[in-house]
């Protein structure tokens, strides 16, 4: 019913920068929030960042002052703007959909996820 599209993962050296895009589209009545997750090798998935419709924001405390989440309602576009890169943060990050259907029933979606490697 849904399909994220995610772009701007890759290699990047340790206080690097990357930007992460992902673009929702089909069956979306309204978005509730937007997020991303990331998952480590032998690590459970942890949520990363969420923005709601509104604007509000929720951050884990790792990337608190390095990360930036925001919004685009009218494209369905969310946006992490990642700064100062540790490689702590390496992990294959994915795009969360928080939405309702026209139908009105509240669905979730994952993007497949697109690799993140931070190196020393």
């Known amino acids: 019913q849904v399909q994220l599209v995610e772009s701007g993962g890759g290699l990047v050296q340790a206080g690097g920068s990357l930007r992460l895009s992902c673009a929702a589209s089909?069956?979306?009545?309204?978005?509730?929030?937007m997020g991303w997750g990331r998952q480590a090798p032998g690590k459970q998935r942890e949520l990363v960042a969420f923005?709601?419709?509104?604007?509000?924001?929720n951050y884990v405390d790792s990337v608190k002052g390095r990360f930036t989440i925001s919004i685009d309602n009218a494209k369905k576009m969310v946006y992490l703007q990642m700064n100062s890169l540790k490689p702590e943060d390496t992990a294959v990050y994915y795009c969360?959909?928080?939405?309702?259907?026209?139908?009105?029933?509240?669905?979730?979606?994952w993007g497949q996820g697109t690799q993140v490697t931070v190196s020393s």
């Open positions: 969360n959909l928080y939405y309702k259907t026209n139908s009105r029933v509240s669905l979730t979606a």
């Open positions: 089909g069956n979306i009545f309204s978005i509730n929030s």
């Open positions: 923005i709601t419709s509104g604007g509000n924001t």
